[in-house]
């Protein structure tokens, strides 16, 4: 890797010749790399919320991970065991059944990210990426720490709003008063609703609520946690219930909430630089290329060097593979991820009270279903 890293500034300013050169080199010495994953020895799973920042400069954390399915995994089991929503290891993993990926199939866990590129403090909403990120007050001379979580957000038709807010309130085993909108929607699709629910494992709300200043809209739980990840709900944002509840006993009234809508992102570690691609909102109001061409033109420069036409057109490239996993641009490689990538332990437990695979198929479709009558 130090020998790439070498070789990046003189990529940055050379012409095709050193371009060529670059990519020969590559390619005769990354074999040996790719080690099959069952030939790897398996470790223990990284902790899935919480990463330290080693440097103010360092805006990735984490890494990616594989898995082996067991017989009865599914791929939302998967997501949620190791802190990832639906559409995030969907993506990582083109060509799996997310029902049935198969005893053995190796899953790519997308576990490292690329911190938007805000102020490090409050809640940071991504709804491209459908992440969250949490950055509490540091310690004077403690370094800085952040939590992700997967998110539901707004569906189309219903999005999540942009643009910065605050928490105002905040309330456990909330009562959930349904707008008179979301009651029409319902009643107009044979599936009515009562006007108030309450607490209880009913309330789609789940257990935790921080209400934000943009009137209406919350940052909850969820009684479907097998739609967290995804684009679901009326414009609030949705969370696993172990995630709201720790997040909710740190997350003061009056924190700040940032809320952006960024597919395409470039961060830094350990000297390297890394672009991480999503699939662009189906109903975004730029398109995939001016969101690109915003990143493109926002970091004119890669470790200090212009970005020259090879390299933004490599970048170009990445962006055509949306897979959602930081890639080192270096290695002019879609799947560089996976030869660094650590095999783990599959922590999955049974659930006895867990839905079956068809009642979860069903919930999925009842998401979907929802999703196109409108």
Avoid at 52 to 77: I, M, N, W
Avoid at 350 to 362: C, G, I, Q, S
Wanted: hydrophobic letters at 40%; charged letters at 20%.
């Amino acid at each position: 890797m130090k020998r790439l890293a070498i070789l990046l500034p003189a990529l940055a300013l050379g012409g095709c010749a050193t371009l060529d050169d670059f990519l020969a080199s590559i390619k005769k010495d990354r074999g040996p790399d790719l080690v099959a994953f069952e030939d790897r020895l398996a470790e223990e799973p990284i902790a899935p919320n919480e990463f330290t920042l080693t440097s103010p400069q360092q805006s990735v954390v984490g890494v990616p991970q594989v898995v082996f399915a067991q017989k009865e995994d599914t791929l939302s089991d998967l997501a949620r065991e190791y802190g990832l929503g639906y559409d995030e290891i969907v993506a990582a993993n083109p060509g799996i059944d997310p029902w049935l990926p198969g005893e053995n199939a190796a899953i790519v866990l997308p576990t490292q990210y690329v911190l938007p590129d805000l102020a490090r403090q409050g809640v940071v909403l991504n709804i491209a990426t459908k992440r969250l990120f949490y950055f509490p007050p540091a310690a004077e001379g403690e370094p800085q720490q952040v939590l992700t979580y997967p998110i539901g957000v707004g569906r189309v038709g219903w999005e999540t709003p942009l643009g910065a807010t605050t928490v105002v309130s905040k309330a456990e085993n909330p009562t959930w008063w349904v707008p008179l909108s979301v009651r029409q929607e319902h009643a107009e699709m044979g599936n009515p609703l009562p006007s108030v629910v309450p607490p209880g494992p009913d309330n789609p709300l789940g257990t935790r609520v921080l209400k934000l200043e943009m009137p209406g809209y919350l940052i909850h739980g969820t009684n479907q946690p097998y739609g967290v990840g995804m684009r679901v709900s009326h414009g609030c944002v949705r969370l696993y219930p172990e995630n709201i509840e720790l997040l909710y006993s740190l997350v003061e009234i009056g924190e700040t909430v940032t809320i952006v809508n960024e597919p395409y992102q470039l961060g830094q570690r350990d000297g390297l630089t890394f672009f991480e691609a999503h699939e662009p909102l189906e109903d975004d109001a730029l398109s995939a290329e001016q969101r690109l061409q915003a990143l493109l033109d926002a970091r004119a420069e890669v470790d200090g060097l212009a970005m020259n036409d090879h390299l933004q057109e490599h970048v170009r490239s990445l962006a055509a593979v949306p897979s959602g996993v930081p890639v080192n641009i270096a290695l002019y490689d879609a799947d560089e991820y996976l030869a660094r990538a650590r095999v783990v332990h599959n922590t999955v437990e049974p659930d006895p009270n867990a839905p079956t695979l068809t009642e979860v198929r069903e919930m999925m479709d009842e998401i979907g279903a929802e999703e196109e009558a409108l």
